[in-house]
């Protein structure tokens, strides 16, 4: 079954320094693979997606991630960070039975 | 379009009691995913549709909980009867081309 780990629980960073949010993936088939933002008492929104083509990714608000298959990873970034980007992030992955599972969520703190 | 609608936005209701969140996807999506987001447990999914079919509902934690989706434009979640273990944020996601989440229903079970 596939599963999706990300490795941070939390990560604090000041304003305008970049920041990665590492996602790892388990599968044995291709994937399709997520990254979701939630702010606080609000739902998901999408920050960007891999379905094929170029392994790297560009989505909303800066953000892009880079897919490597062989490391199975799909590891988000953005290249200085702002106070409005605290918020969970998560990553997820679309399985062969078209469902979305996620990750546990990575909180990003940005300290000013 | 006013994507997907969930209601209520916030109950609370003592243990024993029946629960009934709602849902309406997005006009054309033909899939619906229910989740289920906690601390402890993170993002779960409990049950998705097909064209109104079950799918899936391996997710579902106990018999207490029951989804149906009579049309493609309604889907409930039930839960009989409540536990304070249930207290949780559930989701309701839409698929069509890609996965649209409602703002979520915050249930408190005391």
């Known amino acids: 079954a596939q599963s999706v780990t990300q490795l941070d629980s939390q990560v604090p960073v000041f304003e305008e320094a970049p920041v990665e949010l590492r996602c790892n993936y388990s599968s044995s088939v291709s994937v399709y693979l997520f990254w979701y933002v939630q702010y606080p008492n609000q739902g998901l929104q999408l920050l960007l997606k891999?379905?094929?083509?170029?392994?790297l990714v560009k989505g909303i608000n800066g953000f892009e991630a880079e897919f490597n298959k062989s490391q199975t990873s799909f590891h988000l970034r953005k290249p200085s960070v702002h106070i409005s980007d605290t918020a969970e992030y998560f990553c997820a992955v679309e399985t062969g039975a078209q469902k979305l599972v996620f990750g546990q969520g990575t909180r990003l703190t940005i300290n000013p | 379009d006013a994507g997907v609608i969930q209601s209520p936005r916030h109950e609370v209701t003592e243990m024993g009691q029946e629960v009934t969140l709602r849902c309406k996807p997005i006009?054309?999506?033909?899939?619906l995913f229910w989740y289920r987001q906690t601390m402890m447990r993170g993002l779960e999914l409990l049950i998705y549709?097909?064209?109104?079919?079950?799918?899936?509902d391996s997710g579902m934690p106990e018999d207490r909980f029951s989804a149906k989706m009579p049309n493609a434009s309604f889907s409930t979640l039930k839960i009989q009867p409540s536990e304070p273990r249930d207290s949780a944020v559930y989701f309701c996601?839409?698929?069509?081309?890609?996965?649209?989440f409602g703002s979520g229903t915050r249930l408190t079970v005391v």
């Open positions: 891999y379905l094929s083509g170029s392994t």
């Open positions: 996601a839409s698929r069509g081309g890609g996965y649209t």
């Open positions: 549709f097909n064209n109104n079919v079950p799918i899936d």
């Open positions: 006009s054309g999506h033909n899939s």
